[in-house]
């Protein structure tokens, strides 16, 4: 099966509004054995939905379309489906009583043109929008469907997964053809420490004799490149599971992680088997390693907390940056990084830790040649170690990175302490 | 002139990457007087892309594609080029230089499949890429005219800006009938404490006079309605000035902001203007706000730091919340919280602070009915306030939208305080 999404709004083509919605949907659609086709994002503008609608039903199964369903003026998808599907606004008695007891009490919101909002095409069957008041119709279009959501990520997220995405998996179980199929499978590897061309070269072998079945992509990003076999219903799963491994022997020595799993994830779930806990203190990433460390449930059990000492003054006052040590080796220093790393251990109580302190820009005595150096530590009860990187003039790409290079390498001190253990190595060496 | 993106990638069809190129892309066009018609999103297949061309140079005098531009083996972008522009690819000796040049200290990457980078379609006319070895290919075709671009973002954003935005400008100055137009004209209000069906009826008086020109839209985000009026060509900035002002009329109680800037910068401007500094003590926010506060060039002005205390030991060892405190008030509550804002204010020494505690999972004890509660203090000179707000039900909407609130209120709190020096009012009634 095959579907295009259709995003609709004027944020989008003035570059307002970044629209995430479509690599949401298209993950659970790909997890539903569904290949999204193409995306299209168009003006809300009615020749322009109308002409959306057309290319996407001479190419697809399944239409998606997100936005345009308010209750303000500038909403008009609900009045160009009814047009392109040739039917008129109804009351509908269920949608209304289902807006009236959403806003029960906040009566105020339960004004004339909140009620715009029962209005629904009668052609088009209604699902149910459990957490607003915009409807989610379900268009028929011969063999084909097209589901018409809100563009509010929450409320297109709930549709999905408590609505459209069942609605569609049991009629297709009740089709009577159902097409020989293995579903969509897509298997990544993360890797660093090698640049795209020399994966490459070294991947030659493999792309020979694999001859592009599975397909397989290089996605590079802040110096992670993740490599993905994608198979669109032909290869079993256990065929993935072979060709992955077969994959892994050509850049074992290059390996992050096996599953497309966010670094800070991967972080966690390495201190988690060990029962152990993380702080941060950042000067440079202001905070983003505290946010990642924190983003995802469950967190709590490993992620203490975190100093940012943005000023010097917090550096000092904090984490026992002294004077002398920043006179004597600047701020930005091997010696000053693993002060702060020590620091935040001890002052949060946690087992391991990350420190970061880097020159973003060209202000407060800096050249524009030093903007980039970042100097990051890490710290754990075996030690503290630290290292040097040079990441760009961007500001925020250096921010990045860094956080980037702080997870990559936290997850190489934590599988090294690991294999020490059993190896008697010492765990430096390989930072 | 009207443009259309095309980006190329598996990647973003599976929901691997988010397109964040399209919105920077989009901004850049309307600021350069172009508007942005469609934005397509295909796989890396022969088909999909010469359709997607096909489609566009329908419609639209400016193509942009992003992507399929690496050396590897899934990358076929340049392939169709040739293809569709019927022409072949020929070593480029210029490129050659450059590619030489940028990775001289690398001669491993220089091997021999960056050695492709240097081949290019005869026909297209090659713009340098300063920070990659993709290049930059322009197609004529007709009057129209084709940017191939590498989709990684930084070598995108620096294509844009130094070549491709300046080569169109500068064409069009010369060419010989420039269309009368005033350029397109985006101005938004950021209004906050009203629902959207409500502010539509606000407006409708506004809508009756307006009759659509210039265009209002609505965004509702996370507890900001962001109001624009955009015009494409045909409005004086003058006149659009004035009728934003008449838009003001209508919702005054309401703004949070003139200008779409993000509500960190408007803080950040706020304290700047009175040479004020602020610091924040995170717990279910977990550092997000401290990373919004850092984001920007030039936030270590008023920016000092923050003390993330996801760990309730963390909260006691660094803000003196004792364990009475939480045992009697729970760690969710208004008087942990006011502890948390003043004791980071003494510990960073900074003017100003926010602190947040909320409850973003049920686990720890907590029941699904407590989920979403937070309270939220700010703290300056004049005292110490604090809001409980029911966020929902869904983690990463509540940190997002706690986030959202503490900075709103952050805003008010910092004009109020304004207003108070002038008219003798008190500042704590209003939160």
């Known amino acids: 099966m095959r579907a295009e999404i259709i995003t609709i709004g004027d944020e989008l083509l003035i570059g307002q509004v970044v629209d995430t919605n479509s ?43 997100t936005g345009g369903l308010g209750p303000t003026k500038d909403d008009i998808t609900k009045h160009v489906m009814c047009e392109y599907f040739q039917t008129h606004l109804i009351e509908d008695t269920r949608v209304r009583a289902h807006v009236e007891h959403l806003y029960a009490d906040r009566p105020e919101i339960l004004n004339r043109l909140t009620a715009t909002q029962w209005m629904v095409p009668e052609a088009a069957e209604i699902l149910t929008n459990r957490v607003g008041s915009a409807p989610i119709m379900l268009f028929n279009h011969g063999d084909q469907m097209l589901f018409a959501m809100p563009g509010v990520p929450y409320e297109m997220e709930v549709a999905m997964t408590e609505q459209i995405i069942p ?4 009629k297709r179980l009740h089709a009577e053809s159902i097409p020989r199929s293995w579903g969509i499978i897509h298997k990544t590897l993360q890797v660093s420490g090698i640049s795209e061309s020399e994966l490459a070269i070294k ?57 497309d799993d966010p670094l800070e994830v991967i972080v966690g779930s390495l201190l988690k088997e060990r029962g152990a806990t993380i702080s941060t203190a950042e000067s440079c990433t202001g905070g983003k390693l505290a946010m990642l460390l924190s983003l995802h449930e469950g967190s709590s059990e490993f992620y203490k907390g975190s100093i ?34 020590k620091a935040v251990r001890e002052q949060t109580g946690s087992d391991y830790s990350i420190a970061t302190s880097g020159i973003a820009s060209a202000t407060g005595g800096y050249t524009e040649e030093e903007v980039g150096t970042v100097w990051i530590a890490w710290s754990g009860p ?23 290079k702080a997870l990559v390498e936290m997850i190489k001190f934590l599988r090294h302490e690991e294999s020490k253990k059993v190896n008697s190595k010492t765990v430096w060496n390989i930072i």
């Open 23 to 65: 690599a949401w949907m298209a993950q659970r659609l790909n997890e539903a054995g569904i290949e999204l086709y193409r995306i299209t994002s168009v003006h809300d503008r009615r020749e322009q939905i109308l002409s959306a609608l057309d290319e996407a039903f001479r190419s697809v199964d399944l239409v998606f379309t």
């Open 167 to 170: 609605y569609i998996t049991n």
């Open 203 to 259: 991947l030659i072998p493999f792309e020979t004799i694999n001859q592009g079945d599975p397909s397989l992509a290089y996605l590079p990003k802040d110096g992670i490149i993740r490599l993905r076999l994608s198979s669109y219903g032909d290869r079993t799963p256990a065929s993935m599971d072979h060709t992955f491994e077969f994959l892994k022997r050509y850049v074992k020595d290059y390996i992050i992680a096996e599953t």
């Open 308 to 341: 940012v000492s943005y000023a010097n003054s917090v550096k000092s006052g904090l984490l026992g940056v002294t004077e002398e040590m920043i006179n004597e080796h600047s701020v930005v220093s091997e010696e000053v990084v693993c002060q702060m790393a």
């Open 382 to 404: 075996e030690g503290t170690t630290a290292k040097c990187f040079h990441l760009g003039k961007l500001r925020e790409k250096i921010t990045d990175r860094a956080c980037v």
